[in-house]
């Protein structure tokens, strides 16, 4: 399966501020996920972000909030813009993984998580 | 619509004991299901899946999981809890290119 490098793995931020967070994968994939995971609770999926296109965010979830890009096939940024409190949580990227020829399915592999807290 | 219920948010098994993690979905279509568990401080990883085939599915760790569809189930299972088997565990459905999560399993092992 694919192995995501996030970075970075955790930080504390002023609130108003920015933090970009990156996801490298070391194989192309087409779709790839941003996540939010709040303290104690499960995961909720802010968007897709497929390589070549604008961004498809869920409800809930803005882009001038959350801007992404995705400039090529192996790499994604999310960006948590003007950070208040209530954005301190995990964010997770994970990748749809298929195999090659005949389309045998894989699942989803995530990366390691970037644990932020805005303070 | 498609969901996914995991019953008990924490659950506490004596060490050696057996573990069973409860989860139910609703689905329209055939699902694609998971199991993926998060230690402290980690990301998630894949402890099994379920897309087609045989409905007990093997996984890492000594955990397996029974499709069960006539009770929209897949059941987590592992005959004997080691302490490191402490960890969240969380059920999920592939609902067209997105995971439906359940609200998480803590699992508690006591020693």
């Known amino acids: ?17 920015s933090l970009t967070i990156q996801c490298q994968v070391d194989s192309q994939v087409t779709m790839m996920f941003w996540y939010r995971q709040q303290p104690g609770q499960s995961l909720t999926l802010i968007a897709t972000a497929n390589q070549g296109s604008e961004a498809t965010y869920e409800s809930g979830f803005v882009i001038d909030k959350f801007p992404i890009s995705r400039p090529n096939l192996t790499f994604s940024t999310l960006t948590v813009s003007n950070m208040s409190p209530e ?33 | 619509a498609q969901s996914v219920t995991q019953l008990g948010s924490h659950v506490s098994v004596s060490e050696g004991a057996l573990v069973l993690l409860r989860c139910n979905y609703s689905s329209s279509v055939p699902p694609y299901l998971f199991w ?27 955990f397996e999981a029974e499709f069960k569809k006539s009770e929209t189930s897949f059941h987590l299972t592992k005959p004997s809890a080691h ?11 592939d609902s067209n290119y997105q995971l439906i999560w359940g609200a998480g399993t803590k699992l508690i092992i006591k020693p």
């Open chain 1, 87 to 119: 954005d301190s949580s995990i964010y997770l990227c994970s990748v749809e993984e298929n195999g090659g020829q005949g389309g045998a399915y894989y699942g989803y592999t995530f990366g390691s998580g970037t644990r932020l807290t805005v303070v």
């Open chain 2, 36 to 62: 993926y568990v998060q230690y402290p401080n980690q990301g998630l990883q894949l402890l099994l899946k379920y897309t087609t085939g045989a409905t007990l599915v093997k996984g890492i760790n000594g």
């Open chain 1, 1 to 17: 399966s694919a192995v995501i490098s996030q970075k970075p793995s955790r930080d504390i931020c002023q609130r108003g501020t």
């Open chain 2, 83 to 93: 302490m490191s088997d402490a960890a969240e565990y969380f059920c999920a459905l």
